[in-house]
């Protein structure tokens, strides 16, 4: 039995500048998959992730979702004078996504920011605040495609391990996962996706 589709992008193409970004772009994403899209900088990856994030329009074609998009950008979002705890609890609740103190120090947890929940997410590290954007994705949230734009970046060893575990287990739970990194990270993406000469 096919595994359901989640995602589907149909002759998408976009501009910037007066320059083709990607031209008759076609995707879809299953449940269980972890596609990696690859390019050179200035290709249109972070364009691309937006666009079928809904976040800004294609010039042509169409995006069909039957599941909910987590969009992550390589900005981490993250408000200056909140904990770390106070922001997971902003971001759960404006994502819909479960907020009470349990699923809130489980995501924590997960990234090893559980010590560092009252302190406020000026005074982290680039690499803590980078964890503390991703532990969003470590609530439940069963099904869901994310869209997740350079979600390695300033990641130590075993943060980015931490990482990769946990997309595993969301796409193992019937979720998707469409991501870009320059990182080497053998065995993770099911399949690979190069972004070249503005076409897939």
């Known amino acids: 039995m096919a595994s359901p589709c989640l995602l589907s992008a149909k002759q998408l193409s976009c501009q910037r500048g007066g320059r083709s970004l990607f031209e008759e772009f076609s995707l879809q994403l299953n449940a269980g998959d972890i596609v990696w899209l690859q390019g050179s900088n200035g290709r249109g990856k972070t364009t691309l992730l937006r666009t079928l994030a809904g976040l800004r329009p294609a010039e042509r074609g169409g995006i069909q979702h039957?599941?909910?998009?987590?969009?992550?950008?390589?900005?981490?979002?993250?408000?200056?004078?909140l904990t770390v705890l106070e922001g997971l609890r902003f971001q759960a609740r404006w994502q819909g996504l479960a907020d009470d103190e349990a699923s809130l120090l489980q995501a924590l947890k997960h990234f090893g920011l559980a010590p560092m929940r009252t302190r406020r997410s000026a005074q982290l590290s680039?690499?803590?605040?980078?964890?503390?954007?991703?532990?969003?994705?470590?609530?439940?949230?069963?099904g869901a495609c994310w869209l997740l734009d350079e979600p390695f970046d300033a990641l130590d060893d075993d943060s980015v391990q931490q990482l990769c575990a946990l997309l595993s287990s969301h796409a193992a739970a019937g979720g998707a996962v469409l991501f870009t990194s320059h990182q080497h990270l053998p065995g993770l993406a099911s399949r690979q996706l190069l972004l070249s000469g503005g076409r897939p």
């Open 66 to 81: 039957a599941a909910a998009l987590r969009f992550l950008g390589h900005n981490n979002g993250l408000k200056p004078d």
């Open 126 to 142: 680039q690499g803590q605040q980078r964890r503390a954007a991703l532990a969003s994705l470590a609530l439940p949230q069963a």
